[in-house]
């Protein structure tokens, strides 16, 4: 085993909070990497902000798919409770293989309130090591925990001690990927997008790439952001899904949008079409055309439907030429509806204008 102090540190300002790495091989033979961080949380929300952030940077620079279920990343908890405005450390208890992250805070607030209760009881926590019972939703007893002297750590042969130049380590920085801060500062920056936006496309590498090759493909950035942020993550959190699955590939939501910004579809069809996509993963083309879900500018088209919600809703047109504007959303209404969402609705708006007030 190879423990390179700061090693973290050293290659990046991200990796900051992470006090030292341990570098290793697991029994099939496949490189393990353990980083610990230092005792400096307070909070579960700081707990997972911590998890998530990490998670993140081990996507961004490639070493893992970071798939827990899978064991490619798990997070072991290290808890202690202490009495408000207390500088002491007390004794910490281990809980291991944690297989979510969910998990991981369900055991921090297990065991938090199971050692209040210990000492509030005149009770001593034991050191020890503990696994999440998940059925019962309890942490149990699995071994005491030794210190460092009783595990007789000894040399590995195949493992010799590495010294890193300053020279490679400046190769090292040079040779990594655009991190989350730096690609949330650049998106900010070069697609003009609200900060929130930029954070929350910048949360994960796949959702990143996921926004910026429907960008490459349709130059109409803060749309892509709006429809990405309310609809796509809405359906693939009801789904539990990652972006990776997402039914709807980046260069179809960028044709979607695109239908919109050239007239083909209004939104209101647009979420029609998004929803079969959804299910289908069709392009939005077909669907619009499978489902004649086309805008129509036909003056005559429309101005019949006009004409007929305007005798449908004789109250709200009387409303509307008394100087109630907002009685024509009534008319307007019934036309989208009538049309199944097919008439312009800037065309809808005018002409209705148009008629009322020369009436």
Request: proline letters at 4%.
């Amino acid at each position: 085993m190879h423990l390179e102090e700061d090693a973290g540190k050293l290659l990046h300002p991200e990796f900051a909070a992470a006090d030292y790495s341990l570098v290793d091989l697991n029994r099939t033979g496949t490189p393990l990497i353990e980083i610990v961080s230092d005792p400096d949380m307070r909070s579960t929300e700081e707990a997972m902000s911590y998890m998530q952030t990490l998670r993140n940077l081990l996507l961004y620079i490639g070493v893992s798919d970071c798939k827990m279920e899978e064991g490619r990343l798990r997070f072991e908890c290290n808890v202690s409770v202490r009495p408000a405005g207390a500088d002491e450390l007390r004794t910490k208890v281990e809980i291991k293989n944690l297989n979510s992250m969910k998990t991981a805070i369900k055991t921090i607030e297990y065991e938090v309130k199971r050692q209040t209760k210990v000492y509030e009881q005149g009770g001593k926590v034991e050191q020890e090591t503990r696994l999440w019972d998940e059925s019962a939703a309890v942490t149990r007893a699995m071994r005491s925990k030794e210190g460092a002297h009783d595990y007789r750590y000894f040399p590995e042969p195949d493992l010799p001690w590495m010294r890193i130049s300053e020279e490679r380590l400046v190769e090292a920085r040079a040779a990594l990927p655009e991190l989350p801060r730096a690609k949330k500062a650049r998106f900010i920056e070069q697609y003009s997008l609200p900060e929130y936006d930029a954070a929350l496309l910048t949360s994960s590498k796949p959702l990143a790439d996921y926004y910026e090759e429907a960008v490459r493909l349709h130059n109409n950035p803060k749309a892509l952001s709006n429809w990405i942020m309310t609809e796509l993550l809405r359906e693939l959190n009801d789904r539990g899904a990652e972006v990776e699955a997402c039914p709807i590939s980046a260069k179809h939501l960028a044709g979607l949008v695109r239908l919109i910004d050239d007239n083909t579809i209004n939104v209101r069809a647009a979420k029609a079409v998004f929803a079969e996509m959804m299910e289908s993963g069709a392009a939005p083309e077909a669907v619009v055309e499978a489902k004649g879900l086309r805008q129509s500018t036909d003056t005559g088209e429309v101005e019949a439907w006009v004409d007929a919600a305007i005798a449908a809703n004789p109250a709200a047109a009387e409303d509307f030429r008394n100087g109630k504007d907002r009685a024509l959303g009534a008319i307007v209404g019934h036309v989208m509806k009538s049309s199944r969402g097919k008439a312009n609705p800037q065309m809808v708006n005018e002409l209705v204008r148009t008629k009322l007030r020369g009436t």
